[in-house]
């Protein structure tokens, strides 16, 4: 069983922001960086930005001129001494996440484990994909306080959450239109591995998926559109993650604020088909294309409900889902609710405090071996199954 608290201190100091490699010490995996050039510009997003950016409070620029979000660097943990490999897992992301850390052991249990490379791909506008300023907690305690001076005191409102709970009250649809491009992204990163365009792999490069919390979202969304024919015999392992929209909760001091959460809400519940009917850019959006549909059909159990389960069903044995008792973002009822007719959910639990955003705390010596189980009871079910 790996000593996860440990191994966690120890990736976490040698890890290096945008080298171009790092050794682990006692390890034979290494950390590689890849540059991409994103390609996917939204011109929904584009549309809608100029209407908004003027009066942003975080960037009074739009969006498509956030340079960090378009050319940017991501990590791949592989065998540091082999030849190019043909197989890769993808490790997707949660919500507001502006630094790897919590990952890099789960990059390097997986590539331990399955022998296969596992490159982390930021989602669009997380990660190295942001400007440093919307996590420095210099330049957005001022944004908080004049974000409660303007809308009230929230307690759950931090400077941690408060560049992207702005973001989505200044326009809810970013949650889509950057979800778009997200996978765009993918789709795009699929296809260079598969052309033989990447440095780390060989032509014909395939890709499985690791998807955790906002990130299973967005890998439902690729596996129920499956552009190209990417994902037709792809596995997906599922963490925390899994449910409709409508059965999540992003109100957290990690992730939104109220506020944001319940404006996202009533947009994608309340909201939404109205905006379609006013706007022909946004219903060929999600209506004509591949992303959109599935996009749609994620929102809620009634939407594009026969779509959806048609090809759930046939993806019952290329998914797996684990997900936790406790969890209050994305509820282990939620996921079961989704998915449990076609795909098996196993729900577990664990003797220590954990939450959606943090499963595997840092704790003291004594209970720092009940993590080290808890991890190791998700992270061996998922090396078995992309294996």
Same mark, same amino acid.
């Given at each position: 069983m790996?000593?996860?608290?440990?191994k966690?201190?120890?990736?976490k100091s040698?890890?290096?922001?945008?080298?171009?490699?790092?050794?682990?010490?006692?390890?034979?995996?290494s950390?590689?960086?890849?540059d991409?050039?994103?390609?996917n510009i939204?011109?929904?997003?584009g549309?809608?930005?100029?209407?908004i950016h003027?009066?942003s409070v975080?960037?009074?620029?739009?969006?498509e001129?956030?340079?960090?979000?378009?050319?940017f660097?991501y990590?791949?943990f592989?065998?540091?001494n082999?030849?190019?490999?043909?197989?890769?897992?993808l490790?997707?992301?949660?919500?507001?996440e502006?630094?790897?850390?919590?990952?890099l052991?789960w990059?390097?249990?997986?590539?331990v484990?399955?022998?296969?490379?596992?490159?982390?791909?930021?989602i669009?506008?997380?990660?190295n994909?942001?400007?440093?300023?919307?996590?420095?907690?210099r330049?957005?305690?001022?944004?908080?306080?004049?974000r409660?001076?303007?809308?009230g005191?929230?307690p759950? =409102?931090?400077?941690?959450n &408060?560049? %992207?709970s702005e973001? $989505?009250?200044e326009?809810?649809l970013?949650?889509?239109?950057? !979800?778009?491009? =997200?996978a765009?992204d993918? &789709?795009? %990163?699929?296809?260079? $591995?598969?052309?033989?365009e990447?440095p780390l792999f060989?032509? !014909?490069?395939?890709?499985d998926?690791?998807?955790?919390?906002?990130?299973a979202? $967005?890998?439902?969304?690729l596996f129920l559109?499956?552009p190209?024919g990417?994902f037709?015999?792809?596995?997906l392992?599922l963490?925390?993650?899994?449910?409709?929209f409508?059965?999540?909760d992003?109100?957290?001091?990690?992730?939104?604020?109220?506020?944001?959460?319940?404006?996202l809400r009533?947009?994608?519940i309340s909201?939404?088909g109205?905006?379609?009917d006013?706007?022909?850019?946004?219903?060929a959006?999600?209506?004509?294309t591949?992303t959109g549909r599935?996009f749609l059909a994620m929102?809620?159990a009634?939407t594009?409900?026969?779509?959806r389960?048609?090809v759930?069903?046939?993806?019952?044995k290329?998914v797996?889902?684990?997900?936790l008792?406790k969890d209050r973002?994305?509820?282990?009822?939620?996921?079961?609710?989704?998915?449990?007719?076609?795909?098996h959910?196993?729900?577990?639990?664990?003797?220590?405090e954990?939450s959606?955003e943090?499963?595997?705390?840092?704790?003291?010596?004594?209970?720092?071996?009940?993590v080290?189980?808890?991890?190791?009871?998700?992270?061996?079910?998922?090396?078995?199954f992309?294996r």
């Open positions: 790996m000593a996860y608290t440990q966690y201190q120890e990736l040698l890890f290096q922001q945008g080298a171009d490699k790092t050794d682990f010490h006692g390890s034979d995996i950390c590689f960086w890849a991409f050039d994103s390609q939204s011109v929904l997003a549309e809608r930005d100029q209407k003027t009066h975080l960037n009074h620029l739009p969006d001129s956030i340079s960090e979000n378009y050319r660097r990590p791949v592989k065998p540091a082999t030849r190019k490999q043909s197989q890769a897992i490790l997707l992301h949660g919500l507001n502006r630094n790897w850390n919590k990952y052991v990059a390097h249990y997986l590539a484990k399955t022998g296969r490379p596992v490159i982390l791909f930021p669009a506008f997380h990660m994909r942001s400007p440093e300023a919307w996590s420095n907690p330049v957005m305690s001022p944004v908080l306080l004049e409660r001076k303007r809308l005191l929230d759950m =409102s931090t400077f941690a &408060v560049a %992207l973001r $989505l009250c326009d809810p970013r949650f889509y239109t950057s !979800g778009q491009q =997200s765009a993918i &789709v795009q %990163l699929a296809g260079q $591995l598969n052309r033989g990447h060989e032509k !014909g490069t395939t890709i998926i690791f998807a955790y919390s906002i990130g979202f $967005l890998s439902q969304i559109g499956n190209s990417l037709t015999n792809a596995r392992f963490f925390c993650g899994g449910a409709f409508e059965e999540m992003g109100v957290s001091r990690l992730i939104m604020d109220q506020q944001a959460f319940q404006r009533n947009y994608y909201e939404l109205d905006e379609m006013h706007s022909a850019l946004l219903s959006s999600l209506n004509q591949e599935s929102l809620a009634g594009l409900k026969s779509f389960e048609n759930f069903e046939k993806m019952q290329q797996q889902a684990v997900a008792l973002v994305i509820p282990a009822g939620g996921i079961v609710n989704a998915l449990n007719r076609f795909i959910v196993d729900v577990l639990d664990f003797p220590y954990y959606h943090n499963p595997f705390p840092i704790l003291n010596a004594e209970k720092s071996t009940l080290d189980r808890g991890f190791e009871s998700v992270f061996s079910k998922a090396a078995a992309l």
